[in-house]
């Protein structure tokens, strides 16, 4: 399955410790703990809402890495929260922690949830039909991973930062 993640280009796209900053699906130090889009409009969504940008101008200095990375065809269990919840804001973060914590402790290392950071309906990308148009309306997921995943194979595809369009497309805080 092949997904999709922006990370600071110093760095690997995947996390190899515990120690990472807190998300909506992990405390801190709660880690490895892999968050990935099923789309690269997805994935720039995600940065752009963690990092709280509105501005264009600020989005034209951004330089990040984006991968793409095939995971294992596994099992991932539905997340069972309310959308409320799974696409709510820093408020509704202990809710998907505990429920997250709760899944780990029963086993469950793999999870899809709702992608809290793009707007409903237009992950769909784009198509070509008389110049560029927007695709078929779709629903962004995000895959998360509690585990490391060292036989995952990943490509940059880009080191630059995300088009200025995404900023429409991103549900912010």
Not at 31 to 47: I, K
Not at 48 to 62: C, F, K, M, N, S
Not at 119 to 142: H, T, W
Request: hydrophobic share 40%; net charge negative.
């Amino acid at each position: 399955m092949i997904v999709f993640r922006q990370t600071n280009s110093r760095y690997p796209f995947l996390w190899e410790t515990a120690s990472q900053p807190a998300a909506r699906y992990n405390a801190e130090n709660d880690g490895p703990a892999q968050y990935f889009a099923d789309t690269v409009d997805g994935a720039w969504a995600e940065f752009i809402r963690h990092a709280e940008i509105t501005d264009p101008q600020e989005l034209l200095e951004v330089r990040r890495a984006l991968w793409c990375i095939d995971l294992p065809d596994e099992e991932y269990t539905q997340v069972a929260l309310s959308i409320e919840k799974t696409t709510g804001d820093k408020s509704s973060y202990s809710d998907c922690q505990r429920y997250a914590r709760s899944l780990r402790d029963s086993g469950v290392t793999r999870f899809l949830a709702p992608s809290a950071a793009i707007i409903r309906d237009q992950a769909g990308g784009y198509r070509v039909e008389d110049g560029l148009k927007r695709g078929i309306p779709k629903s962004g997921n995000i895959y998360i991973v509690f585990d490391l995943l060292p036989t995952a194979p990943g490509w940059r595809a880009a080191l630059a930062g995300p088009p200025i369009e995404i900023l429409n497309l991103t549900n912010q805080f």
